[in-house]
């Protein structure tokens, strides 16, 4: 069976979010897994390092039409651990300074979208499955449905964050998309043409990144505008969870790490008085270090935060990290404690791999108290370095972390139900009173050694999806 998937982002040649590492992991896991062929379509963005550009092979080339005009497109390709990554190549549309944000984003992605049907045609690739991810490929569905020679091909869309949606003015129907008036009123959401909304109404199946975000989402509070079109489809809608790559996130062997370790605390904490040294903290191993590593940006729940900060820092001796960028306001008033709390907290304003590698290494708990949250990858990361994750019970965050239970003895986290600043700084403390207990504290930290999620599970539920799909014959959506 021959599946394809396509996306605007993939590690590792670039990314902006979670979709990035998902791309970059899930397909080669299904190729791996079973005696599917995947390939991955993405436009070739200049953010791609010369060394990858460098292995790709040019296939060849053919026109596009976009409004008038006739595009160019490039093909290029790369095999890459059982996975043919095909690589759209046009530098008026790629060649920019970001991926997205663009004055043209209607213009870019539509044309990646006719230049993905022109691929299939060209190099003659009928997969049983069109598997897209987020609105840059929301009309794709669409269009296959509309196309008399693909419309055979099942489509999947995944959802991995409903609040991005792709949403353009009306004109840009007749001006780029040219699709048959029929479906003009099916693409409208709010006098917008939103490719996300087309894809929710004429793909064969959607899914989202978690189970817990695939029922969420069908709530006025988490539906961002679209629940009740996601109820509309219901039936065909699945939640599965993300996982991570474990061989390329391991605290044994990740050459980003002072000290390697796997299951080994006191190997661990030599990580921590690394930072403590390199940070100018308080020099003591023994007092908890808490993590954020996050964009930093309201829906990650920084607010609660900042609103109890002060209190936290004032009554308990910990040290608490902050490593990302974001709103400046929300960069800003960290700053603010750093020099309030020179010994306790450090914010660094960047985003860098090796040191995130580094902060969960080095921390013991973390944060991540997100108001809302598809899947999350990032409490996956920490349970692999063994920091233990604190968060909000929602979407993937709940799927995934299960709060300690002292009389049962289970749990791989700790984690609380209401947006409310004081339910996050009353479990930030019940942890730290586990934290001292050293019978608990170890009970704990094994059960988040043996937390696994990894892609294995849910890369055999896109499989079984795939193959339900496959052996369906003519129109699931009409
Ligand atoms: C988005 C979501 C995140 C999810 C990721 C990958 O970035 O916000 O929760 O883990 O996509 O699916």
Request: aromatic share 14%; proline share 4%.
């Given at each position: ?9 993939s590690?590792?040649?670039f990314?902006t979010?979670?979709l990035a590492?998902?791309i970059g ?5 299904i190729?791996?897994a079973v005696?599917?062929n ?7 963005h200049?953010a ?6 460098e292995?790709l ?5 053919f026109?596009?039409n976009v409004?008038?005009?006739q ?13 043919t990554?095909?690589?759209i ?6 060649k920019?300074d ?6 043209d984003d ?5 044309f ?5 049907l ?6 003659q ?9 987020d609105w840059q490929t929301?009309l ?9 020679d ?5 489509t999947i869309?995944?959802?991995h ?5 792709g ?9 780029l998309?040219h699709?048959d008036e ?5 693409l409208?959401m709010?006098?917008?043409?939103n490719?996300l909304k087309a894809?929710?109404?004429h793909a064969?199946w959607?899914?989202?990144v978690?189970p817990?975000y ?5 709530s006025?509070y ?12 219901e039936?065909?809608m699945?939640?599965i969870?993300n ?6 996130f391991?605290p ?7 000290f390697n ?5 006191d ?6 008085q690394?930072?403590q ?7 003591d191993?023994?007092i ?6 996050t964009r930093l940006?309201?829906e990650?729940g ?8 002060d209190e ?10 902050v490593?990302g ?6 960069e800003?008033a960290?700053?603010?404690f750093?020099q309030k ?5 450090h ?5 860098n791999?090796?040191?995130a590698?580094?902060y969960?290494?080095a921390?013991d ?5 997100s108001q809302?949250?598809p899947?999350?990858l990032s ?7 063994e920091?233990v994750p ?7 965050l709940?799927?995934?972390?299960n709060?300690?239970?002292e009389f049962?003895?289970?749990?791989n ?6 947006y409310?600043?004081?339910?996050l700084?009353?479990t930030i403390?019940?942890?730290?009173y586990f934290?001292?207990?050293?019978e608990?504290w170890q009970k704990?930290?094994?059960n988040?050694?043996?937390?696994d999620f ?10 079984n999806l ?13």
């Amino acid at each position: 069976m021959d599946v394809v998937m396509v996306a605007s982002e993939s590690t590792p040649f670039f990314k902006t979010g979670g979709l990035a590492d998902v791309i970059g992991s899930l397909p080669n896991e299904i190729a791996n897994a079973v005696d599917i062929n995947v390939s991955v379509i993405l436009p070739k963005h200049s953010a791609m390092p010369l060394a990858w550009q460098e292995q790709l092979e040019f296939i060849g080339s053919f026109q596009v039409n976009v409004q008038w005009r006739q595009q160019y497109c490039g093909i290029f390709k790369l095999a890459l651990s059982g996975v043919t990554y095909i690589f759209i190549d046009n530098e008026y549309y790629f060649k920019r300074d970001s991926l997205y944000g663009q004055f043209d984003d209607a213009e870019r992605y539509v044309f990646f979208t006719h230049a993905v049907l022109s691929t299939l045609h060209n190099l003659q690739l009928k997969p049983a499955v069109l598997h897209c991810h987020d609105w840059q490929t929301g009309l794709l569905p669409v269009y296959i449905k509309a196309s008399y020679d693909l419309n055979s091909i099942k489509t999947i869309f995944t959802i991995h964050n409903l609040r991005y949606q792709g949403n353009f003015p009306l004109s840009i129907f007749h001006e780029l998309i040219h699709l048959d008036e029929a479906y003009f009123n099916s693409l409208i959401m709010d006098e917008q043409i939103n490719f996300l909304k087309a894809a929710l109404v004429h793909a064969d199946w959607v899914t989202t990144v978690s189970p817990t975000y695939a029922n969420e989402v069908k709530s006025t509070y988490f539906g961002e505008g679209l629940n009740e079109i996601l109820l509309t489809r219901e039936s065909a809608m699945t939640g599965i969870l993300n996982g991570i790559n474990n061989n390329e996130f391991n605290p044994a062997t990740d050459p980003a790490l002072p000290f390697n370790y796997l299951n080994q605390p006191d190997q661990k904490r030599l990580n921590k008085q690394t930072l403590q040294h390199q940070l100018n903290l308080t020099t003591d191993v023994s007092i908890p270090m808490f993590t954020i590593i996050t964009r930093l940006v309201p829906e990650k729940g920084i607010p609660l935060i900042l609103h109890i900060l002060d209190e936290l820092l004032e009554s308990e001796n910990i040290q608490l990290l902050v490593l990302g960028t974001g709103e400046h306001e929300l960069e800003e008033a960290f700053c603010f404690f750093k020099q309030k709390y020179p010994n306790k907290f450090h914010i660094e304003r960047t985003f860098n791999e090796d040191l995130a590698r580094l902060y969960y290494a080095a921390s013991d708990f973390f944060l991540m108290p997100s108001q809302f949250e598809p899947c999350g990858l990032s409490q996956l990361i920490a349970l692999r370095y063994e920091s233990v994750p604190i968060v909000r019970e929602t979407g993937g965050l709940n799927d995934t972390i299960n709060s300690y239970n002292e009389f049962t003895g289970e749990g791989n986290g700790f984690s609380f139900t209401n947006y409310n600043a004081h339910d996050l700084l009353y479990t930030i403390r019940r942890a730290i009173y586990f934290y001292w207990n050293k019978e608990h504290w170890q009970k704990i930290l094994q059960n988040v050694y043996q937390s696994d999620f990894s892609w294995k599970e849910s890369a055999k539920e896109y499989v079984n999806l795939y193959r339900t799909l496959a052996s369906k014959q003519g129109a699931l959506v009409t």
